[in-house]
């Protein structure tokens, strides 16, 4: 599957951007979404995931209550939600694809399809 991120920009504190990640080459249902991001000089860390159908998602604790995924599988997209964005929000944010949902979901090494990132950059 390919992937591709867009959605990214600048944008104030407490503001919001939703981006999205779209997929292509076979069939994006069958594939578990995870979102992660990298600020420079830092590791790619996890920020959410959901399953193909949408009955799991798992976020990190920097971003509950303040980020959504979903997906549209009609549309071969996963969205992210990003709301009160904070500075420390600034990263490059990257979707990638595994097969399967598993306690390890938060590991981007689980992960065997990435798509280019998009940078998200929260500045006043």
């Known amino acids: 599957v390919q992937l591709q991120a867009s959605g990214g920009g600048l944008v104030q504190p407490g503001e919001s951007l939703r981006l999205s990640c779209a997929g292509s080459g076979t069939t994006f249902s069958d594939y578990v979404i995870g979102w992660f991001r990298q600020a420079p000089g830092k590791e790619r860390e996890f920020v959410a995931a959901i399953s193909q159908k949408r009955t799991m998602k798992d976020y990190a604790d920097s971003v509950k209550g303040r980020f959504t995924i979903s997906r549209d599988n009609a549309e071969n997209t996963v969205y992210l939600q990003m709301n009160r964005l904070k500075p420390a929000d600034t990263a490059v944010y990257h979707c990638?694809?595994?097969?399967?949902?598993?306690?390890?979901?938060?590991?981007?090494?689980?992960?065997?399809?990435w798509g280019q990132g998009t940078l998200v950059t929260v500045s006043s």
């Open positions: 990638g694809a595994t097969a399967f949902y598993s306690s390890r979901v938060a590991d981007p090494s689980e992960y065997n399809y």
